[in-house]
């Protein structure tokens, strides 16, 4: 599911002024799943990454998404990554039920990506195999641990980044439309 214009562009241009100043302090750390990709699990250090911005958003979504009351994620929770001309994301599932503390086998890792900076189309997210039409400012949503994702390398001079989100979802939990606008973008 993709859900338009979920940001404003200044809260865009916030999020990437943030994830751009984490990176040049260092507080970025290389992915070691490939190359030129950086994150942030920003639950693992809240004071350093979880601003009234983060946490807004996070109602947001919840809100969006018909998630309230649900429990956040506990394995990724929320990310902030930045991926480099040449990064890529390699085609997997989240892994989420071996053994890793706080998964749940009767349960699915829910992921909404927020889209702050995709200058190229090889950024875009490929679920499934298939790309999906996502722009700045857009949220795409999808079953992170039971569908295979993936980008292509990236080109083009500029960073794609994204912020993260998750819950951790019954097996048989089913995506709904959002409700009206009204109900969930304003803070």
């Known amino acids: 599911m993709v859900v338009r214009d979920f940001i404003s562009e200044a809260e865009r241009l916030a999020l990437l002024k943030k994830a751009n100043t984490h990176l040049q302090r260092g ?10 990709r950086y994150y942030a699990k920003a639950d693992d250090a809240p004071a350093l990454y979880v601003d009234a911005l983060l946490k807004a958003l996070t109602r ?13 994620d506990q394995i990724l929770g929320r990310v902030i990554s930045l991926i480099q001309p ?30 702050v900076s995709l200058q190229h189309p090889s950024g875009r997210p490929v679920i499934e ?26 080109q083009g001079g500029d960073a794609r980044v994204v912020y993260g989100f998750g819950w951790s979802v019954p097996s048989d939990h089913a995506l709904r439309q959002p409700p009206e606008r009204a109900v969930w973008a304003e803070d």
């Open 60 to 72: 947001r979504a919840e809100r969006c998404l018909w998630l309230e009351g649900v429990p956040p």
């Open 27 to 36: 507080e970025l750390h290389p992915n070691a799943c490939g190359p030129c």
């Open 86 to 115: 040449g990064g890529f994301i390699h085609r997997h599932t989240d892994a989420y039920d071996h053994g890793v503390p706080g998964s749940r086998p009767e349960r699915h890792h829910l992921r909404c990506n927020i889209v």
């Open 129 to 154: 195999g298939e790309a999906l039409e996502v722009g700045e400012r857009d949220m795409w949503v999808f079953t992170a641990s039971r569908h295979m994702h993936q980008t292509a390398p990236l």
